[in-house]
């Protein structure tokens, strides 16, 4: 059950040897981490999120290398190793403030 809303929330899916993310966290939720463990990747998840209602994924960081995203979510490799992750929220356009 606590696999399964962790998975939830940072909105974790196994495709291949990639792990797709797409967090869905509280508006309210100003940081989560998360330290997750799959195909020898030991994986450390940040997130930082605005406090803005309306606010998107805008920037991804593996081992301070940017990813691109693609329609809001983000592939990391399994491919072995320690990786950390950052994940940072902002308020999206046309938001209101």
């Known amino acids: 059950m606590y696999r399964a809303g962790i998975e939830g929330i940072l909105g974790i899916r196994l495709a291949n040897k990639k792990l797709l993310i797409k967090p869905c966290i509280p508006a309210n ?9 799959l195909q020898e990747t030991q994986l450390n998840i940040y997130i930082e999120n605005s406090p803005d209602i309306g606010s998107c994924l805008s920037e991804a960081r593996l081992d301070g290398n940017s990813l691109p995203l693609i329609d809001g979510e983000v592939q990391v490799e399994l491919n072995g190793g320690n990786k950390n992750l950052y994940l940072i929220y902002y308020q999206s356009p046309g ?3």
């Open 29 to 37: 939720w100003n940081k989560v981490e998360a330290k997750m463990k």
């Open 95 to 97: 938001s209101p403030e």
